[in-house]
């Protein structure tokens, strides 16, 4: 596979469930970043991973929990979420080449939370 | 903190030429990116404008003017596959996105 793929593409679960959400690049890139996209909202940024080290993390509550084991590889745990957080899920990369303003995405999970 | 306006929604026709437009404020900034999303698909990547100007890429072409906080996203000869969600985009440090509202551009026949 190329490009940056993401399993489940689609996720209902309920708000006691815990459930993870995986990226996947193969852009030999060293950022990947989550989003989230709700209706009728801008993508909102939700961590930023580069060199596999979590360098921002933008007020998102804890029952979001991000994991990058190597720089392939990205996940979004999920555990104890409310329905306002039913959403698509976006993941990106970025490499060192390439247009400085430029990040692949994923198709996204979309989420919902009965 | 920073934001980014758009208008919600545009309507063109096939062949013409649409400006998207988007003001924003912020503190610092690297550059203004803009990213196409067709409905349930990812967004991808259209152009990107560190400096003022213009950045022309095919039938897309893009302007930033920081001094005025603006920027603007051109489609030229337009077709019905460009009917989708436009969002303009301040890149950062570590090289983040902060996105606009998005636009919804319906091209007709």
């Known amino acids: 596979e190329t490009g940056v793929t993401q399993t489940p593409r689609h996720l209902v679960m309920g708000m006691t469930n815990k459930k993870s959400l995986k990226c996947e690049q193969h852009l030999g890139h060293n950022a990947m970043y989550w989003y989230k996209q709700s209706a009728k909202k801008p993508l909102e940024l939700m961590f930023v991973y580069s060199l596999e080290e979590r360098v921002e993390n933008n007020s998102v509550p804890s029952r979001f929990s991000p994991e990058c084991p190597n720089s392939s590889h990205l996940f979004l745990h999920l555990h104890t979420l409310q329905p306002e957080d039913s959403a698509l899920y976006l993941c990106a990369s970025r490499g060192t080449g390439g247009s400085d303003g430029e990040q692949f995405f994923g198709p996204g999970t979309r989420l919902t939370v009965l | 903190g920073q934001s980014l306006e758009q208008p919600s929604e545009v309507t063109a026709v096939e062949g013409a030429i649409v400006q998207i437009n988007c003001t924003y404020q912020t503190s610092g900034f690297y550059g203004l990116s803009w990213y196409q999303q067709h409905d349930g698909g990812a967004p991808t990547f259209l152009s990107y404008n560190a400096l003022d100007g213009l950045e022309e890429t095919g039938r897309f072409s893009s302007f930033l003017s920081r001094s005025d906080s603006y920027g603007y996203l051109l489609l030229q000869e337009l077709q019905m596959k460009d009917s989708a969600s436009y969002f303009c985009?301040?890149?950062?440090?570590?090289?983040?996105?902060?996105f606009g509202t998005g636009t919804l551009l319906a091209v007709q026949p």
């Open positions: 985009a301040l890149g950062g440090a570590t090289n983040k996105l902060i």
